[in-house]
């Protein structure tokens, strides 16, 4: 099975190789001297415009499924959810079930806030901007019991560094 990295990372070595055979071509063809074919060049720049769509579209439909927005929880998934305040994550203590969708509602009662929650190792799996006035949701299964920890990763007061909170899921 290809993971995403694998992925991102041959895309990104096509794309330079792309861009760099791109340059190279432009160099090459402004060196060449003599009149210039207007007609040619108007076709030329309107062949480099289709290409370059093409190109933004693949790009598109290629990563539009890693996009983890949009995601609808099933009917089982647990709702859990999450209110952000200056200077403190209010979560209920139930705990959350591994291997199962998890459904947060996350809202926010004065200024911007990121619910960011690592694994105990320090691992990120996922962050979701919170803002006062709009209700977000974020879709998640986590794959193995622990403990989780919540920090906020947007600068929200004085008090920004003592905004994190734990909670468990359970197998």
């Not at 190109?55 to 089982?76: E, H, K, M, W």
Request: charged share 15%; proline share 2%.
């Amino acid at each position: 099975m290809i993971t995403t990295a694998v992925v991102i990372a041959v895309a990104f070595t096509a794309i330079c190789a792309l861009g760099i055979a791109f340059a190279v071509f432009v160099g090459h063809s402004t060196r060449r001297g003599g009149d210039v074919d207007l007609e040619r060049l108007r076709n030329t720049e309107r062949s480099w415009f289709v290409v370059a769509v093409v190109i933004l579209v693949a790009i598109l439909v290629a990563t539009i499924a890693f996009t983890p927005y949009g995601r609808s929880a099933g009917r089982d998934a647990q709702i859990v959810h999450v209110q952000a305040f200056q200077f403190a994550w209010l979560m209920p203590s139930t705990p959350i079930r591994a291997n199962r969708q998890v459904e947060f509602v996350l809202t926010s009662k004065d200024v911007n806030h990121s619910f960011a929650v690592y694994t105990m190792s320090g691992k990120l799996l996922f962050e979701v901007q919170v803002m006062p006035g709009k209700t977000q949701r974020y879709v998640y299964t986590f794959r193995s019991a622990g403990t989780y920890q919540v920090l906020c990763l947007e600068y929200c007061g004085l008090g920004h560094s003592d905004m994190r909170t734990q909670f468990t899921v359970s197998a």
